[in-house]
């Protein structure tokens, strides 16, 4: 079973505009990554934050993670039209063998 | 090279057939990953190659048979599947089995763009 939920399902929004999409997770996480996937291709990593990090920033990329409420947040700045895909929130487990886990994925449109 | 390639892009295939998906990367990863993807959903975890060695099996039924003949190939062989199997079937991999370093550079997963399986 997945381990992160994500919300909205689905975005659609303006081209410049920002993005934000959430993720909640169920049990502990030694890490938590974000993956992106153009339609039925395959995934790219995009962005990792781990346990003891609460905000991490690449490009125009945002990142936090509250592991007190197991939720991370994802912020797309400055939209463009390249950035239509579907996000998915992957969370490793602590322990010896991390076992990535994904979830549920919002899929965003940017209308140019 | 970044990069995992994966062959073929598309297959059909009957319930009888006997086929395979192939996975090659240069990188000098030492741990390989199947995932399966059905449509509109995550990828879900399959199995885990580490130097060549199965390291994980999430209860896959046996007509899914998976091969790593050396550190560069994986191979997920078919026979007897479904209709219900239809899905992407992705393969990945990472530097080491993740958790095994503490570089963050070892917790990530490169995807190859998948294998589209149709089973009739």
């Known amino acids: 079973s997945q381990q992160g939920e994500e919300d909205p399902q689905a975005l659609s929004i303006q081209e410049g505009e920002n993005a934000t999409m959430n993720c909640s997770y169920k049990?502990?996480?030694?890490?938590l990554q974000w993956y992106r996937q153009n339609s039925g291709r395959g995934l790219v990593h995009l962005i990792l934050i781990r346990s003891n990090e609460r905000e991490k920033h690449s490009g125009r990329l945002r990142v936090t993670l509250d592991t007190s409420k197991k939720s991370s947040s994802l912020l797309i700045t400055a939209s463009r039209a390249a950035d239509t895909a579907s996000y998915f929130c992957a969370t490793a487990t602590s322990g010896g063998y991390q076992k990535v886990t994904f979830g549920t994925g919002t899929k965003l449109q940017v209308i140019p | 090279d970044t990069e995992v390639t994966q062959t073929p892009k598309h297959l059909v295939m009957g319930m009888t057939n006997k086929k395979s998906l192939k996975c090659e990367q240069h990188?000098?990863?030492?741990?390989m990953y199947w995932y399966k993807q059905k449509a509109k959903k995550p990828p879900e975890l399959m199995f885990v190659?580490?130097?060549?060695?199965?390291?994980i099996n999430e209860s896959v039924p046996s007509r899914f048979s998976p091969e790593c003949p050396n550190s560069s190939l994986l191979n997920l062989h078919l026979h007897a599947l479904q209709p219900e199997d239809s899905a992407l079937y992705l393969c990945a991999s990472s530097r080491r089995l993740l958790g095994t370093e503490r570089s963050s550079g070892a917790n990530v997963l490169t995807f190859g763009a998948g294998s589209r399986l149709t089973v009739l």
């Open positions: 990188m000098g990863h030492r741990a």
């Open positions: 190659y580490s130097y060549e060695k199965l390291s």
């Open positions: 049990t502990s996480i030694n890490n």
